[in-house]
Structure formats: structure tokens, C-alpha cells
């Protein structure tokens, strides 16, 4: 089964962006696919390169990127949310791209389950 | 995209507390952009979105409210407000300031069953 | 449907809301809203009502983070992500009542 996934909550303020994450890890693990992950509203901040967590704490951005990178899971970030935030090309983690709202339309109907985490 | 799917928006926060009332705005015209079949769902203090006379001016942000009314120009027009959230909320229908279908909850829940992809914000 | 849940029903509406809204389905509570599954609680019986209408999930590595693994009230369900992810899969949508 092909899945989408929403998260419109930052990391390390919600707990979405961990659940999520979890969430598309059981999902590969389980023999589904994960098509596309779309970051919304503050959710866009799971994408910037700059985060640099305590060394004892897990990396929420990177471990993003790891599962893209492994599972071809497509990482998109919400350009105007984005913009408005200060994400841009130039601090955009490896892994994510930026693009626009059709994209969460687009993961709605291709995938046979759209699931979003979020406040 | 010839697809067509039934995208049904639930709208359950006030406005300008938080950002997802207009956020929600945006997708809705995208996803009709798309063709699809678009309904918007307003429940809780989502019945706020739709009250008349908002004035923004004094807490310097856009007021967003109009665009409930241009909705129709891209044929959007199945808006559906909750009975049970009016009344928790002192509102009438003559409060909103588009037209809307009330529906009871019962027929809420059941046109959310009917949906293939449900969008909260 | 699966509704999805994610704020305690002791400091939100959301699991208010999908009760009194939802015709039938299945539920499942994750990040604060385990706190609602747990025995003893304020909300155990309006919950305990609602598992006529719905069958009730929890997420468990939810409910153990926030040390109440052995307060899960009877006939609700524990399910880890592999079980979040089939119960997403076996229904055919799921709204998060956010």
C-alpha cells in the first residue's frame, strides 16, 4: 500500500514529526511504501540544516534524510510556509525539496492513505 | 490528473490564534485547482472562520474572511457547518457570512465516512 | 474510517468532538490522548460508552512513555506502529482530529 504523510508541527516543540517518523519507519518495515512525506505549516522547520541537537538527543532532521535516502521516500517542504519561516535552498537539509501545495494534493491522490500528524 | 477524489477539509480551529484556518483556505483552492471533489467541513470553534464582520486592522493581519465568499467562483461550493457547534457557540446561521448547509452531527460523521481523503486543520 | 487522536480529552475537545461527530469506525489514541484510556481517569466512563459505537486502540509506546502502561482500562486495544500502520491500511481513510 502506498502512503502519504502529512506533519505540520516542528521538531523537538511536538511530538509529531517523532510519531510521524515512527509511523513511515513501520510502514517500510511492514512492506508498504511511503511515497511522500509533506511538511506543513511549522513542520517545515524538520527541514533545516542548521539543527544541531545535544549530542544525546536524536537528530530529527538527519534521520529524516537517512530514511529518504534508503527508502526513496520523497521529502517535500511547503514553499510558502516555507519562505515565511526562513527555509530556503541554501539551509535546506539533504533530502528534502522545496515545492508547493499541489504536492500535498498530488500525495492525496496518488496514495491509497493520506496521514497527518500535527496540533 | 484524471482521478478524481472526494477531499473533504475539516476546519476545527478559530482564526488568527493560529495559522491553519488560512492555510486550510489555501490547500481547499489548490486541491479544486486538481479537479477533485472538494467539501469543506466547519465543527468546534472552526465555526468561527465563517462569522461576519471581522475587521483585522487592529491586530495588523490580513483578514482572510472574504475569501469564503470567492469560494464559489472556483466551484466550490459545498461548505457544511455543524448544528450542534452553532449552538455550543451562540451562532446562527445568519452570523456566517456565506451561504452553508447545516448539517446535524449524524450527517456530519456520515458524510465524513463517505470521503477518500480527509485533511484536518 | 480510522480517526486518529492525539490531545488529552481531560485538556482538549478533539476526542469529544470525533465521539459526538464519528457514526462508527475504529479509534486510535496516541501522544496525549492515551490519557484517556486509562483507568481511573476522569474520562473513563464517557470512553467506556463510546467502545459501543467504536473499538478502541491505543498507541502503547505512547502510553509507556508516559508511565501508565498498567492503567490501560479493559477492552481498549494496545497496538505498536506496525499496528498504528495496519489499522491505517485496513480502513479506507483516517482523519486526525487535530
Not at chain 1, 519561516?85 to 492525496?108: C, D, H, M, P
Not at chain 2, 481547499?28 to 465543527?43: C, E, G, K, P
Not at chain 2, 466550490?76 to 446535524?104: F, M, Q
Amino acid at each position: 500500500m502506498k502512503f502519504g504523510i502529512v506533519v505540520n508541527e516542528g521538531p523537538y516543540q511536538h511530538q509529531a514529526s517523532d510519531s510521524a517518523y515512527l509511523f513511515a519507519k513501520a510502514a517500510i518495515a511492514g512492506g508498504h511504501e511511503v511515497w511522500r512525506v509533506f511538511f506543513y505549516h511549522d513542520g517545515v522547520n524538520n527541514a533545516s540544516k542548521l539543527t544541531e541537537p545535544p549530542q544525546d538527543d536524536r537528530h530529527i532532521v538527519n534521520r529524516w534524510a537517512k530514511l529518504a535516502e534508503e527508502h526513496k521516500v520523497d521529502l517535500v517542504v511547503c514553499v510558502a510556509a516555507a519562505l515565511r519561516r526562513g527555509i530556503k535552498e541554501e539551509n535546506l537539509a539533504q533530502g528534502f525539496r522545496i515545492s508547493g501545495l499541489g504536492q500535498l494534493v498530488e500525495a492525496g491522490i496518488k496514495c491509497d492513505r493520506l496521514v497527518t500528524f500535527g496540533d | 490528473m484524471s482521478e478524481m477524489k472526494k477531499f473533504m477539509f475539516v476546519n476545527r480551529k478559530a482564526p488568527y490564534g493560529t495559522i491553519y484556518a488560512l492555510e486550510s483556505l489555501e490547500v481547499v483552492l489548490i486541491t479544486a485547482a486538481f479537479d477533485q471533489d472538494v467539501s469543506l467541513a466547519f465543527l468546534d470553534d472552526g465555526v468561527y472562520q465563517l462569522k461576519k464582520g471581522q475587521q483585522t486592522k487592529g491586530i495588523e493581519t490580513k483578514n482572510f474572511s472574504p475569501a469564503y465568499r470567492a469560494l464559489e467562483g472556483y466551484d466550490i461550493e459545498k461548505l457544511y457547518v455543524e448544528k450542534e457547534s452553532l449552538e455550543a457557540r451562540g451562532i446562527v446561521e445568519e452570523d456566517l457570512l456565506v451561504d452553508v448547509t447545516v448539517l446535524t452531527r449524524a450527517e456530519m460523521g456520515a458524510l465524513m465516512d463517505e470521503q477518500d481523503v480527509v485533511l484536518s486543520f | 474510517m480510522l480517526h486518529i487522536v492525539n490531545k488529552s480529552p481531560l485538556s482538549s475537545n478533539a476526542l469529544d468532538s470525533c465521539l459526538r461527530v464519528a457514526q462508527s469506525g475504529e479509534i486510535l489514541l496516541i501522544e496525549d490522548a492515551v490519557y484517556g484510556a486509562t483507568g481511573g481517569s476522569a474520562y473513563e466512563e464517557k470512553l467506556r460508552e463510546a467502545m459501543g459505537r467504536f473499538k478502541v486502540y491505543v498507541l502503547q509506546p505512547d502510553l509507556e512513555a508516559r508511565g501508565l502502561a498498567d492503567r490501560l482500562m479493559d477492552g481498549v486495544s494496545p497496538v505498536d506502529y506496525s499496528g498504528f500502520v495496519e489499522l491505517a491500511a485496513n480502513n479506507k481513510s483516517c482523519q486526525s482530529w487535530l
